[in-house]
């Protein structure tokens, strides 16, 4: 199966700053990337798909990159709302699928 | 507005059964392949099997041969049955629709999940 591995596991910041997570994948998964955030209590909820393609209604300060193996999910200025877990899912081919260990954003 | 609707999640010892069912509204339910994700207490997401609109299903091998996911189009609802469940299958368990495109593979939308609790 296709391991992903995210860092950090968790970080600190403050509103306004720029966050980033990066996700690497056991092996290439070309662009079947994900990413997932996830508030306490709630479901997941999907930011990113194909890597880089914004879902709808998701703020614009998120975005995605990368292909292959590595990936990385940007905020661009923190905002409260922001403060969650939040998860890459590869989805190359045909199951199985799997998701990142997952990595918590808290406040400074 | 897409809505899921997770049901069936309660108390079961170890070695029981549970049947989860997911019940859909606002999209063409049959057009969409349909996911099962679960999350144990305190920790991650764990993919648990797909149905594709065409009926394919898939799981990964932490549930292959208890698990059964199955579709019912004409009620626009989603079930995981679930047999021998162990301990590890305590979790939250959600359902969750698949997007729009053809070409990649995302969990669009998600139910709220329903909780199992496998336990003595």
């Known amino acids: 199966d296709i391991q992903l591995t995210q860092s950090p596991s968790s970080l600190s910041a403050s509103v306004g700053d720029r966050v980033t997570i990066t996700c690497r994948a056991s092996?290439?998964?070309?662009?079947?990337l994900n990413w997932y955030q996830q508030k306490p209590g709630k479901a997941p909820n999907l930011l990113i798909y194909?890597?880089?393609s914004l879902q709808s209604g998701v703020p614009s300060r998120f975005s995605g990159s990368g292909s292959g193996a590595d990936f990385t999910l940007t905020i661009s200025s923190l905002q409260p709302e922001d403060f969650a877990t939040y998860y890459c899912?590869?989805?190359?081919?045909?199951?199985?699928?799997?998701f990142g260990q997952g990595t918590k954003v808290e406040v400074k | 507005e897409v809505q899921l609707v997770e049901s069936g999640g309660g108390l079961v010892q170890p070695g029981g059964s549970l049947r989860l069912s997911c019940a859909a509204s606002?999209?063409?339910?049959?057009?969409?392949?349909l996911h099962w994700v679960r999350q144990t207490p305190g920790k991650g997401l764990e993919w648990v099997s797909t149905?594709?609109?065409?009926?394919?299903?898939y799981y990964p091998s932490s549930v292959k041969g208890r698990f059964t996911i199955s579709r019912e189009d004409a009620k626009n609802s989603l079930y995981l049955q679930m047999n021998s469940l162990r301990a590890g299958d305590t979790a939250v368990y959600y359902c969750?629709?698949?997007?729009?495109?053809?070409?990649?593979?995302?969990?669009?939308?998600w139910g709220q999940g329903t909780l199992v609790t496998v336990s003595s």
């Open positions: 969750a629709r698949g997007g729009s495109s053809s070409r990649f593979a995302y969990f669009q939308h």
């Open positions: 606002g999209f063409t339910f049959s057009s969409y392949d």
């Open positions: 899912q590869q989805t190359y081919t045909t199951p199985p699928w799997t």
């Open positions: 092996q290439i998964i070309t662009s079947n």
């Open positions: 149905i594709t609109t065409a009926g394919d299903t």
């Open positions: 194909a890597a880089s």
